[in-house]
């Protein structure tokens, strides 16, 4: 190649990003080379810790620093409501959303006995214990809805039958603001058997 | 927020890559947290080396780790000919067609007096001493062909008027594969102007 050992290994690395490729890198390695060497030198200690620091939250699974997560540690948060989701992505969504202020519990993924992936793997058995001790009165089944996402629901749902803990879904239904002629068939048809009188 | 100080500062810090929003830089970060730590070590190993190792090549500004950079420390690419870029990127792209196979000059940028940017600024004194002790027989100004690429391009050709050196500018026309349907007038207007007969 053209360029040093350094700035080829730096393309080269660069590439291990989401949705990056060679053209990309490149642009991105330009980018921090000529004007960015602060903001690159940042990021790479950030990388550095956050590689090696970041574990996972010892009561609910989330991304965190210590033993606990900032979540978990917030007294206000532990209120015997528990939302369960796929991923950090989806607990950050909701979060953002602003207005659910319980407890949570990441999966990082969903049932998907092809893959190998069964209710140990995602921490099920973890879940189970943890509403156990704590005697949860609501769990928020907040997988995606995809055949993926529904089969954990109903897994997780059957396995608490009969502990008298109210068991939800998240509603389906057209979002707010959309359109409904943008609306795939599926959300519509949800939308149609979750209809609400107009007096709600 | 919801995560830890230590994901935080990795999201924020991803923001300083070219193209890199708040959402991207998230899905940045999860991903590398998620699936890919090994890859953010190197990612973390290659940026640190690459934003203090990295510099300018003593003899064209080209990105080098030591004094001359890959092309330069290569005596079959010193063969009197230098093609003048304004970017690494641009250095980078002649490079991958493959064809060229003489030395570059890398302005890192082109003339703009509003910006304060001088023919000091991007090296061509330095470029001009090149010449004289080189003993240059072409110089290709393979600037961009913009206003400023234009203007950059005519300041050095008409600093080397009279020493006898070949000044080139490279050829404007369609695309090779490009439709016509789909060419700027510009680049037309060039076309037709630049038109040869079709025995050559
Ligand atoms: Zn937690
Ligand atoms: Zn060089």
Redesign the pocket.
């Known amino acids: 190649m053209a360029f040093s050992p350094l700035v080829d290994e730096l393309v080269e690395s660069l590439r291990c990003l989401p949705g990056v490729g060679q053209k990309t890198a490149q642009r991105m390695a330009f980018h921090l080379l000529e004007r960015g060497r602060s903001g690159g030198s940042r990021l790479s200690e950030a990388l550095g810790k956050a590689m090696t620091g970041v574990r996972r ?6 991304f ?1 620093d210590t033993d ?6 917030n007294p206000q948060r532990t209120n015997g409501t528990i939302c369960v989701v796929e991923s950090p992505s989806d607990l950050l969504a909701i979060e953002q959303a602003g207005d659910y202020r319980g ?2 519990f ?1 999966l990082m993924g969903h049932l998907s006995p092809i893959d190998g992936v069964g209710p140990e793997e995602i921490g099920i058995e973890r879940l189970l214990d943890r509403i156990q001790q704590e005697g949860v009165s609501e769990l928020i089944l907040a997988t995606n809805p995809t055949v993926e996402g529904e089969a954990t629901a109903h897994y997780i749902a059957d396995r608490l039958d009969g502990r008298g803990i109210l068991i939800t879904r998240l509603a389906h239904g057209i979002p707010v603001g959309g359109e409904l002629g943008y609306v795939d068939g599926f959300t519509l048809t949800h939308a149609f058997r979750g209809r609400k009188p107009l007096s709600d």
Chains 1, 2 share one sequence.
């Open positions: 939250c010892d009561r609910c699974q989330n965190a606990l997560c900032g979540i978990c540690e407890g949570y990441v």
